[in-house]
């Protein structure tokens, strides 16, 4: 398995991306159903937004200073989503505005997705070795497994809370 820090973020996008298609597809179907698909939705942002806020954004902070307007563009669009992970945790998926949310956080995260590997993950990968990159990605693979796992928790809700101060 690469450690090196954007291969392990696509692979994060792989797995929402995919998620965001079976709900779409889910999306006529039963509320239990797609209350399960929202959960495990909430699971990958959370700890994924937790790692790139906690890891990968204040490294290439500080190694490429250049790049500060990307990363605190990047930080607003997760307190974004994390507003949006937050409500949708608290909601009943059978609640009117529970499918509109969900499509909101589904728009705005693709974007966020299609802006890092577009622009922003060529910038990194061109202005950090090949070393420094599988150093990102080992530390955030040591965080991974304390990262929270619902947007609810006290641990993801400082992670908002510090992006907007960020």
């Avoid at 692979?11 to 929202?38: C, M, N, Y």
């Avoid at 609640?95 to 990194?124: G, R």
């Avoid at 080992?138 to 400082?158: D, F, G, I, S, V």
Wanted: aromatic share 6%; glycine share 4%; hydrophobic share 40%.
């Amino acid at each position: 398995m690469s450690t090196d820090a954007i291969v392990l973020l696509k692979e994060d996008h792989k797995t929402v991306k995919r998620l965001f298609k079976e709900f779409q597809a889910a999306e006529d179907g039963p509320a239990s159903r797609k209350a399960k698909i929202v959960e495990q939705i909430l699971r990958e942002l959370t700890v994924h937004t937790y790692i790139e806020n906690e890891v990968m954004y204040p490294e290439v902070r500080r190694l490429l200073p250049d790049l500060e307007d990307d990363v605190l563009e990047s930080y607003e669009e997760h307190h974004v989503a994390d507003v949006l992970c937050f409500e949708l945790a608290t909601m009943d998926a059978g609640d009117e505005h529970f499918d509109a949310k969900v499509t909101v956080l589904i728009e705005n995260v693709t974007h966020h997705i299609e802006e890092e590997e577009q622009e922003w993950f060529p910038k990194v990968r061109e202005g950090l070795g090949r070393n420094q990159l599988q150093e990102i990605g080992a530390k955030m693979l040591e965080l991974k497994p304390k990262a929270p796992t619902k947007p609810t928790q006290p641990a993801a809700l400082k992670k908002a809370l510090d992006a907007m101060r960020a």
